[in-house]
Nanobody, 126 residues
């Protein structure tokens, strides 16, 4: 089992940047693929990005590709989401999630992930 704690959210102006962090407990962090999702008020939780166990592969939602970068440091049990050129539509609660299963084409589906953090609020003002 792994526990996830997100940090780094806040209020930023459009065009600005934020870096989210997700710290994981336990000694098997590198056995999980990691993902970031977000949920805006009144909307369903949506996929943002995913990174493989080694960090060699990453995947992005079309809406954030080229602006967001997911990375991980397995020595620190931490996954990051660097968010640049933020837009008001990026406003949401951001969640990190851990996937202990094998790779699947359903990687953008919340049900693919086994563990979730509590979320961190990101607000982008216009």
């Amino acid at each position: 089992q792994v526990q996830l704690v997100e940090s780094g959210g806040g209020l930023v102006q459009a065009g600005g940047s934020l870096r989210l962090s997700c710290a994981a407990s336990g000694r098997t962090f590198n056995s999980y693929a990691m993902g970031w999702f977000r949920q805006a008020p009144g909307k369903e939780r949506e996929f943002v990005a995913r990174i493989s166990r080694s960090g060699a592969s990453s995947y992005y939602a079309g809406s954030v590709k080229g602006r967001f970068t997911i990375s991980r440091d397995n020595a620190k049990n931490t996954v990051y989401l660097q968010m640049n050129s933020l837009k008001p539509e990026d406003t949401a609660v951001y969640y990190c999630a851990a996937d202990q299963g094998s790779w699947s084409s359903y990687y953008a589906t919340p049900d693919k992930y086994d563990y979730w953090g509590q979320g961190t609020q990101v607000t982008v003002s216009s």
